[in-house]
């Protein structure tokens, strides 16, 4: 589909354990796994967002650099998630716009890849409520170019 290197803008955000280590560490597999990092926002504490918790968020945002493809990415942040011991994604149903989130170890979202529009039932891109989310556009406009 797509040649070359493209760049992409990831938001990342965790609410348990070492927040600062799983962030950390999430970056770290990132570079490893798909590609360098070109810049990242500071970390950001916040409260939780379209749930209840008593655990507060650590986010941060980064642009990558990438040879991987939209539906390849989204399966290695997810299999990051996976591997830093995240159980269960949030669960979306679209018919009546609801979402159940969960707290979370990591949670690795994609907001940008380029300049494409993707929606499929695995992946939309622009992330459709990064506009919705403080959490997400600080970070993001700290790094964005």
């Given at each position: 589909m797509l040649k070359g290197f493209h760049i992409v803008y990831l938001s990342l955000g965790t609410n348990l354990g070492d927040k600062?280590?799983?962030l950390l560490s999430a970056i770290s597999e990132i570079e490893r796994?798909?590609?360098p990092i070109r810049a990242q926002s500071a970390f950001l504490a916040t409260e939780p967002w379209g749930f209840e918790s008593e655990n507060t968020f650590l986010n941060a945002a980064i642009r990558v650099e990438t040879e991987l493809e939209?539906?390849?990415?989204?399966?290695v942040t997810q299999q990051i998630e996976r591997d830093?011991?995240?159980?269960?994604?949030?669960?979306?149903?679209?018919q009546l716009s609801t979402v159940n989130y969960h707290d979370r170890i990591i949670d690795i979202d994609i907001l940008l890849y380029d300049d494409?529009?993707?929606?499929?039932?695995?992946?939309t891109i622009?992330?459709?409520?990064m506009y919705e989310r403080d959490f997400v556009l600080i970070p993001l406009k700290e790094i964005l170019v």
């Open positions: 600062e280590h799983n796994r798909i590609g939209p539906l390849a990415l989204l399966k830093m011991g995240r159980t269960q994604k949030s669960k979306v149903n679209c494409l529009h993707i929606n499929t039932p695995e992946l622009p992330h459709p409520l």
